[in-house]
């Protein structure tokens, strides 16, 4: 119990701190500190700096992907288009961390988490390309998934970061003005 609360400080930690600061200016004794743990802890849980942040984009991807599957269940066409964009925007407010950090590490190469962030286009946004294959045959599912995606995150972050005092519903509506 003890090491998955530690665990669970490191993740929170570090998330908020690459957020912020973006991966290269974030150092493990930052983590460290301000999860409230020795240095070490954070190489005993997770060995390095990078497995860590790997096991941060593995557990955020994994969450949206479960949240973006779920919306969709027993919808087609709009309706699913609908339940998804409201979805990713409601898991963008709940975990704006994340989403920075999806913006900011997705298009980076070389880096060690490469495979992890590919999660993010086969998994999360492979929802997106399964609705746009049901209710547009005749687009690239793939790329059209990209786009919707894509303007989702941007929206959301935009919302939360400039434009606070907009609801879930202005921000779903933007979005979907575009696709309707």
Excluded: C
């Excluded at 003890?2 to 908020?16: C, G, K």
């Excluded at 929206?155 to 921000?171: I, K, M, N, S, Y």
């Amino acid at each position: 119990m003890r090491t998955t609360t530690t665990r669970e400080h490191i993740v929170e930690a570090a998330l908020a701190l690459v957020a912020d600061r973006g991966f290269t200016a974030t150092s493990v004794d930052d983590i460290a500190s301000a999860a409230g743990v020795a240095k070490g802890s954070v190489f005993y849980n997770f060995g390095s700096k990078s497995a860590l942040f790997e096991a941060i984009i593995t557990e955020g991807v994994g969450r949206l992907t479960v949240a973006l599957r779920g919306a969709t269940v027993g919808l087609h066409g709009r309706d699913a288009l609908d339940a998804l964009v409201t979805e990713l925007l409601g898991q963008i407010r709940s975990h704006p961390d994340f989403a920075k950090l999806m913006v900011a590490e997705t298009f980076r190469t070389g880096r060690s988490w490469q495979d992890s962030i590919r999660l993010v286009r086969e998994e999360a946004m492979g929802a997106f390309a399964a609705v746009v294959a049901d209710t547009w045959p005749h687009r690239d599912a793939t790329l059209t998934a990209a786009a919707l995606f894509g303007a989702t995150l941007l929206a959301g972050l935009e919302w939360l970061v400039f434009q606070p005092e907009r609801t879930l519903d202005d921000v779903r509506a933007a979005v979907l003005a575009t696709v309707h």
